[in-house]
């Protein structure tokens, strides 16, 4: 290799390594968060009822995943590929870009259509959503329309930057 060739290559290095990204990256560790939820649900009368208050602490950039609901027991003798789940299932993500911060968020609600010795159907919508928040704003996701007897409901989450006062078995105040 050149001595020209190796000088051009030390250099690039050197700009790589000095570089603002690079320096803010190792000035700027990464953040955990808590994301607090509630499935809220308006009754028939009126009045709201929170149907589950789950929370869980994420690193900036990773997945956390929430599954509120239930396992529906597959026909006798019956191995599926996965478990039967119904209910919901959340998975979040937090990340920055610059001052930026965003909610990668992907909600699938699941429900049992017919069950019996032979079968088991589970229907299933989604809703996936990529959006900038506001830290401790709640961000409201409609989940179903009242219908079919259904009362309407939505989930509200919170993301709050995570303190080492927080703790891990229950929302904060």
Same mark, same amino acid.
């Given at each position: 290799?050149? +001595?020209?060739?190796? *000088?051009?290559?030390?250099?690039?290095?050197?700009?790589?390594? =000095?570089?603002?990204?690079?320096?803010?990256?190792?000035?700027?560790?990464?953040?955990?968060? &808590?994301?607090?939820?509630?499935?809220?649900?308006?009754?028939?009368?009126? &009045?709201?009822a929170i149907m589950t208050?789950?929370?869980?602490?994420?690193?900036?950039?990773?997945?956390?995943?929430? &599954?509120?609901? %239930?396992?529906?027991? %597959?026909? /006798?003798?019956?191995?599926?590929?996965?478990?039967?789940?119904?209910?919901? =299932?959340?998975?979040?993500?937090?990340?920055?870009?610059?001052? @930026?911060?965003?909610?990668?968020?992907?909600?699938? +609600?699941?429900?049992?259509?017919?069950?019996?010795?032979?079968?088991? @159907?589970?229907?299933?919508?989604? *809703?996936?959503?990529?959006?900038?928040?506001? *830290?401790?704003?709640?961000?409201?996701?409609?989940?179903?329309p009242a219908k079919?007897?259904?009362?309407?409901? @939505?989930?509200?989450?919170?993301?709050?930057?995570?303190?080492?006062?927080? /703790?891990?078995?229950?929302? +904060?105040?």
């Open positions: 290799m050149s +001595s020209h060739l190796r *000088l051009l290559m030390a250099a690039s290095l050197f700009l790589v390594l =000095t570089s603002p990204a690079s320096r803010a990256a190792e000035r700027e560790p990464l953040t955990a968060y &808590q994301i607090e939820l509630r499935l809220v649900e308006k009754r028939p009368n009126g &009045q709201m208050n789950p929370h869980v602490m994420i690193v900036e950039g990773q997945a956390g995943t929430i &599954q509120v609901g %239930a396992e529906v027991p %597959a026909p /006798k003798g019956v191995e599926p590929m996965e478990p039967l789940h119904v209910g919901t =299932t959340l998975t979040l993500r937090v990340f920055r870009r610059g001052d @930026r911060v965003f909610l990668d968020a992907n909600a699938e +609600s699941a429900d049992v259509k017919r069950s019996d010795a032979d079968s088991v @159907r589970i229907t299933s919508t989604g *809703l996936r959503l990529v959006e900038a928040i506001t *830290l401790e704003k709640p961000i409201v996701v409609p989940v179903r079919d007897g259904k009362p309407a409901a @939505r989930w509200e989450l919170v993301v709050r930057r995570a303190t080492p006062d927080m /703790k891990r078995d229950k929302p +904060s105040p």
